[in-house]
């Protein structure tokens, strides 16, 4: 069963591929508008904006933090219940440095906090911040896509492997388009999300 969209689709493949080709073309779009000047980087609240853009075409949620519990193979996300005190503690976390920024970065993934959508929005909300910090941003044609997530997989616990990765990739082309539609590449995202009741927790 496909998630409820405002595109009347019922097929899951049918709402990925609409999904993929109307947040391309809202990307393209979000950068070429300067909207993302105008936010405040390393912020929840740009995050939800950032996602609003993406997927407020497909999506009745968009921009809105989830209200599911969600898990991926055998991570959870942080629970509904604590996930807005997760997001005020990562908009209180420093973001100086590259290390700082990744440590940020591990934890809105961890956080997750739509219910679709995560990936692609985080990445460009992280380019965003290293693009205001550093005057670096990461391209992702450089970044090995199974290194990648199974880096972020193990970020939680050790994210000295994600740092590293993306270090390798940091570049200071800031104002491609290319690079930042690499971000939201379909082969950078498997989101298969499982959601599950708050008992279980």
């Known amino acids: 069963m496909a998630l409820e969209n405002k595109l009347g689709l019922t097929s899951s493949a049918d709402l990925a591929r609409e999904e993929e080709r109307i947040s391309k073309k809202k990307a393209v779009e979000l950068f070429e508008s ?5 936010l405040k980087p390393g912020t929840f609240s740009s995050l939800a904006a950032i996602h609003k853009q993406l997927f407020g075409d497909i999506y009745p949620f968009a921009g ?20 807005n ?7 209180a976390m420093p973001q100086s440095t590259y290390e700082e920024i990744i440590e940020k970065y591990v934890e809105m993934n961890v956080a997750h906090p739509f219910r679709e959508g995560n990936g692609r929005s985080a990445r460009i909300w992280l380019d965003h911040l290293l693009k205001a910090q550093l005057g670096q941003v990461v391209d992702w044609s450089r970044v090995d896509k199974e290194d990648y997530l199974l880096a972020m997989e193990r970020s939680p616990i050790r994210d000295i492997e994600i740092k590293h990765v993306l270090r ?11 690079l930042f539609m690499k971000g939201i590449d379909h082969s950078y995202y498997y989101e298969g999300y499982v959601t599950f009741p708050s008992e279980t927790l």
């Open 168 to 178: 390798q990739a940091l570049t200071d082309e800031t104002d491609s388009r290319e």
């Open 85 to 91: 005190a997760a997001l005020d503690h990562i908009d």
């Open 64 to 83: 809105e933090i989830r209200t599911v519990n969600l898990a991926k193979g055998n991570f959870r996300f942080a629970p509904v219940m604590y996930l």
């Open 34 to 38: 300067g909207m993302l000047n105008t």
